[in-house]
């Protein structure tokens, strides 16, 4: 019988802890979820077998509560390994937009009437006026925290550029470059309304950088293949 074990933490304790709270049975939580009785007691017991993380994450979404899932590899191995990934991805974008004629300036902090931050890639084309802001993610994470400090930056986009210099902003769009992974497009798909802001994607996308005459009707995604993903594909052919 396998458990979920500390990779899932306090989930089992909190699911049986907010459902208390609600003061609602195992067989109330599972119909708000769209889940059986059985599985509602299986996840408070912290047994695996047989739940995904889908399963989690809508008793989590029916209590009001979010799911977050940590991963954990040789301690802060892990951590160097995903900022290495980030910054290659970052650079990648930086030199595609230099190459198409964009200011380009990367990890720029702001602080501005309480909202404070910093923006991973953020470039002005001064002949169109555009001014994109860029989140670059190596993986698919907290989507409602992602999706709420990028909109932050894009509202504060022509401050910020002011700040660096820049003048003449008439259009702030906002960009998400993802590395590109199945689970990413799987996340993508799966949470289709809450990407539909980006509705200029992939070629599409990287077509409007080219030449932005015109805004897009509103953000930019598209994947990108981190440089090591694609030598290893080399390697293999």
Same mark, same amino acid.
């Given at each position: *019988?396998?458990?979920?074990?500390? *990779?899932? %933490? ?9 459902? !208390? ?12 979820? %769209? ?17 995904? !993380? ?16 940590? *991963? ?22 930086? /030199? *595609? ?70 003048? %003449?902003?008439?259009?702030? +769009?906002?960009?998400? +470059? ?5 689970? /990413? ?13 980006? /509705? ?6 990287? /077509? ?30």
């Amino acid at each position: *019988m396998t458990t979920i074990g500390p *990779m899932f %933490g306090n989930v089992p304790r909190a699911v049986r802890a907010l459902r !208390l709270h609600a003061g609602w049975t195992q067989t109330a939580l599972g119909g708000r979820a %769209g889940l059986s009785r059985h599985q509602v007691s299986r996840a408070e017991r912290a047994l695996l077998g047989g739940l995904t !993380l889908g399963t989690l994450d809508r008793m989590a979404t029916a209590l009001g509560a979010t799911l977050h899932v940590q *991963m954990r590899w040789r301690g802060e191995a892990l951590d160097r390994l995903l900022d290495a990934q980030h910054a290659r991805i970052q650079q990648e974008v930086a /030199a *595609m937009l230099v190459g198409f004629g964009w200011l380009v300036q990367a990890e720029v902090s702001f602080n501005h009437f309480g909202d404070r931050g910093r923006v991973d890639l953020i470039a002005f084309h001064p002949r169109y006026g555009v001014l994109v802001v860029t989140e670059v993610k190596s993986g698919i994470g907290d989507l409602q925290d992602t999706f709420g400090r990028l909109d932050v930056k894009a509202r504060l986009g022509e401050q910020i550029a002011r700040d660096l210099g820049w003048t %003449g902003v008439t259009c702030v +769009v906002a960009a998400l +470059v993802i590395g590109n992974s199945r689970a /990413a497009r799987r996340a993508v798909a799966e949470h289709a309304a809450l990407f539909a802001q980006f /509705a200029t994607r992939g070629r599409q996308a990287v /077509a409007w950088l080219r030449k932005p005459a015109t805004p897009p009707p509103s953000g930019l995604l598209w994947f990108l293949s981190r440089p090591d993903a694609r030598q290893a594909r080399t390697r293999s052919r």
